[in-house]
C-alpha cells in the first residue's frame, strides 16, 4: 500500500508521522528532500529513496512529500491508497493547508487530514474547523492528533508511541491518550487498504 504524507508548510509534523506508521506497519519511507532526518532514525532496508526520485520497486512505502508538487509527487498522490494532510491548527498553518487540499483533491478524494499539535480546550481547533466548513472540506476524514512528548521520543528510542506505552510507568500513563489518537489514524489508514 502506498501512502503519501503531504502538506506544503514545514514543521507540521510529516516526518514525525511517517516515522512512527513506518515503526509501526514496517514499511519503508520515500522523502522528497535530499537531507532527511530519517538518514538517522531508518536502516537502509527502510530508507529507500532520500533524493525526490519516484520508484515502482516498493509496495509497502510512505511517502513524506514536502514543499511544492512536482510532475513526480502528482504521480505518486494520485495512485497513493490515502494521502495524509498533517497540519497545524493555528490559522497561518490551517490557511496554507486549505491550498494543499485544493491541490489534493484534484489528484486524488482519499484525503485524511491530520489537524496535529491540538491542545486541552483548544481554541484554534474550533477555528479551523469552521475554515474547514467555509472551503467545503468539513466532510474529509479527520484524525485528530494532540501534542505530546512522545512525538520527539520516536526520534530518541527508535520506537512506536505505542510500544513505549506498553513499556508502562510514566510512559504506560502518560502516552495512553496519543497512543489512541495514533490508532485512530492508524485504523483510518488500513480501512483504505
Ligand atoms: N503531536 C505533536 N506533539 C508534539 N510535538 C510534535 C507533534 N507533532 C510533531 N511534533 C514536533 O514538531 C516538529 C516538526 O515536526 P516534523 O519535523 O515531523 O514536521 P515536518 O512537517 O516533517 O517538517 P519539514 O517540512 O520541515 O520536514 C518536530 O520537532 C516534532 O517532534
Ligand atoms: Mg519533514
Known sequence: MEISIM????GQGKTT???NLAYTLDYGVVANESYTVLKNHLDEDHLLIATGQITDEFDDVIYDFGGGITPHMATVLKRSKVVIIPFIVEQANVEVTIEAINSVVALNDNIILVPNKIKEDDKDYAVMLETLQEFGFDKLPISPLRTSTALQNIFIDH??????QAEGGLNGFNY?????DFNKL??????YK
Open 176 to 180: 495512553r491518550k496519543i497512543n489512541d
Open 159 to 164: 520506537k512506536t508511541i505505542s510500544a513505549m
Open 17 to 19: 508521522i511517517a516515522l
Open 186 to 191: 492508524i485504523e483510518l489508514i488500513k480501512s
Open 7 to 10: 502538506n506544503f508548510k514545514g
